[in-house]
């Protein structure tokens, strides 16, 4: 039986490829956390698909990172006697099995258009051998996992200064290094105050329904020593008004140009209570979190996900057979209730269109 005092050593990554350009993605299947860590290999697109819809692996940063290695899996597969158009064909196949798997977190569509970017400018500069595509394929898909690992220890320092000492800080589902390719969003700004001393103590929301807060947050927290509480969502209020939360910081899936963001369903509803406890609400967000496309969260794609999660969760049935379920994975805050959000670049507030695009273009170096 796991238990969380027991845990020593550094934290397994994710998400890692092994091997060459013929290599294999290892993922830590994170359903089955905490109670295993059991590692889960993808040797196809097929495997990668089904790993991020059953959410083995999840979190933006992280099914981004995945998604570009099952481009690297595409590419291992190609037949060298093909010319480039029948290999593009076969990519776009992977990118758009790949981009069907999620639709809410952005990040799996940037760095599936970052790959295929790095497809044509390859294969248009020169007359390009196979094995010389699969290397610049794999080292794009490398260098987006290491700028992930860059850019949430980046926003731990921006995000660890707005915490004063002493702080209760509730967090919602999971933006650790289990979601990200190392540390995490809103966890890095969590270890990174812990790390300088601060003394927080963070109040984890389990996050019906599928329960990252409990498994994964807790996971997470302990392994890096910081003290932490675990509560049902319904009780934020009650823990607020109590005075035991100072703030609250959160991670996206998606953020708008106008800066509504996508979170975990039930995000929304903390900022709520957090507006109306006067505590400020944070969104720690890398810049592929932002898509400048969409005027507002509005236009944000929301996923739908089975009944069975709600009335069968981890095994039992909770609910009577046949009872008609919503089961939406993510809810939109509006910017007007997020105090800040933090980036690789710096602390965006206040939260609008122009501070945005001030602090995001052109992207300013690490
Ligand atoms: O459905 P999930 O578990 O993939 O949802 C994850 C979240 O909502 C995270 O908060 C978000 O992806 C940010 S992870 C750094």
């Known amino acids: 039986m ?28 994170q359903t089955r956390l905490p109670l295993e860590e059991r590692l889960l290999a993808c040797h196809k697109v097929p495997d990668v698909v089904e790993a991020i819809r ?50 809410t977190a952005v990040n799996l569509f940037w760095a599936l258009d970052r790959m295929m970017r790095v497809f044509e400018e390859t294969t248009t500069a020169k007359n390009v051998s196979l094995s010389e595509l699969q290397d610049r394929l794999l080292a ?13 220890h980046s ?9 004063p000492p002493g702080s209760g800080v509730l967090t919602h589902c999971n933006a650790g290094g289990l979601a990200t390719a190392e540390y995490g969003t809103a966890l890095g700004v969590l270890f990174t105050a812990h790390d300088q001393g601060k003394q927080i ?21 302990a392994q890096h020593s910081v003290p932490h509480t675990l509560i049902c969502d ?4 009650q823990v607020m008004r109590e005075g035991r939360v100072q703030a609250v910081i959160t991670g996206a899936d998606r953020i708008a140009a106008n800066g509504d963001a996508a979170n975990k369903i039930g995000t929304y509803g903390l900022a709520l209570l957090a507006r109306a406890h006067q505590i400020p609400f944070y969104v720690a967000a890398p810049s592929s979190t932002f898509d400048l496309t969409l005027e507002s969260g509005e236009a944000i794609p929301i996923e739908e996900r089975p ?21 939406p994975a993510f809810d939109v805050t509006p910017a007007s209730l997020i105090t800040a959000l933090i980036t690789e670049h710096g602390v965006i507030r206040p939260v609008d269109r122009s501070s945005i695009e001030r602090c995001l273009s052109p992207t300013p170096p690490l």
């Open 2 to 29: 796991f238990d969380a005092r027991q845990l020593t050593g550094p934290p397994l990554p994710s998400v890692r490829w092994e091997g060459g350009r013929d290599g294999r993605l290892v993922l830590l299947d």
């Open 54 to 103: 059953q959410l083995r692996v999840r979190g933006a940063p992280a099914i981004g990172i995945a998604a570009a290695y099952g481009i690297c899996l595409a590419a291992a597969r190609l037949d060298p006697s093909q010319d480039v158009s029948q290999w593009r064909e076969e990519l776009q196949h992977a990118r758009t099995e790949l981009a069907q798997s999620r639709p």
């Open 140 to 152: 794009e898909a490398h260098a987006i996992r290491d700028e992930d690992r860059q850019m949430c």
């Open 155 to 163: 926003i731990g320092r921006h995000g660890a200064d707005l915490l």
């Open 201 to 221: 103590h963070v109040y984890v929301d389990e996050t019906r329904p599928l329960l990252q807060g409990a498994r994964l947050t807790t996971w997470e927290l």
């Open 234 to 237: 319904s009780m934020a209020a």
């Open 307 to 327: 009944a069975e999660e709600v009335t069968c969760g981890f095994g039992r049935r909770t609910a009577p057979e046949g009872v008609d379920v919503y089961n």
